[in-house]
């Protein structure tokens, strides 16, 4: 008998934009199919894609690190270029995102993979229809999630206002990952430090990480995620998703 949906996908999403969202999900990716896990890959909607550098799409990305090779169309249902929200973009170009394909399709995902990992776009308010957010998105598909957040200042703000969001709607959360985008020193050092400390104690989640810097994202990507994949933060997180039969 296959298991239940909502226990073979995990959604990741961000206090924000640009705060790492892909590279935790192609961390994990990486992680468990060393494993030797069948895991499969979603990221619903991505905006931004240059048509002469499409292979550095997160969405493109992500295709490169799967053991399986999918279809681009199976890790994304909508890829736009404009560098502008979901809605925004749906509405420049008249090709309007539906949400029930999008639930469709992460159920045909689910049940062809051990897990299914499926990325959001910007934070959870983020808008896909006039009438649904991201939010509502994750609502509607009914799994657990977790939540990327940076560590720069504003980071405990945003952190807090998306775990309260998450815990009023019921939605579970399994976890807060702290990334570091970029290397920082002198007082910068001192507030990431402040804010790491700050958030571990006022998150009503498990909070792993911080997820260092590493320089070989900028020259090779796929190269610095395998690197990060042994990380023990990413290690010990595999190991607490294990434990709670994901």
């Given at each position: ?155 405990i703000n945003h952190a807090l206002l998306t775990l309260r969001t998450l815990k009023q709607t019921g939605i579970s959360t399994h976890a807060l990952v702290l990334n570091e985008p970029s290397s920082a020193n002198g007082a910068a050092s001192l ?56």
């Amino acid at each position: 008998m296959n298991a239940p949906f909502f226990s073979r996908a995990l959604f990741i999403t961000g206090t924000d934009t640009g705060v790492g969202k892909t590279l935790l999900t192609g961390t994990l990716l990486v992680a468990l199919q060393q494993q030797g896990r069948k895991i499969g890959i979603f990221k619903p909607v991505e905006t931004g894609i240059h048509p002469l550098r499409e292979a550095q799409s997160d969405s493109a990305r992500l295709r490169r690190l799967c053991s399986s090779n999918p279809s681009p169309d199976s890790i994304c249902l909508y890829r736009y270029e404009p560098p502008l929200s979901p809605l925004a973009c749906s509405r420049l170009l008249a090709k309007p995102i539906d949400c029930m394909k999008i639930l469709r399709h992460s159920q045909v995902l689910a049940q062809q993979h051990e897990l299914t990992l499926i990325e959001g776009a910007g934070g959870l308010l983020t808008p896909l229809t006039f009438t649904h957010t991201m939010l509502d998105l994750l609502v509607t598909l009914q799994i657990p999630c977790m939540i990327v957040s940076r560590t720069d200042l504003g980071a405990i703000n945003h952190a807090l206002l998306t775990l309260r969001t998450l815990k009023q709607t019921g939605i579970s959360t399994h976890a807060l990952v702290l990334n570091e985008p970029s290397s920082a020193n002198g007082a910068a050092s001192l507030q990431r430090a402040s804010t790491i400390e700050l958030i571990r104690e006022l998150a009503s989640v498990p909070v792993y990480g911080p997820i260092g810097f590493e320089s070989t994202l900028a020259s090779n990507w796929e190269t610095g995620v395998h690197q990060l994949a042994g990380h023990q933060e990413i290690q010990r997180l595999i190991r607490s998703l294990t434990r709670k039969g994901l």
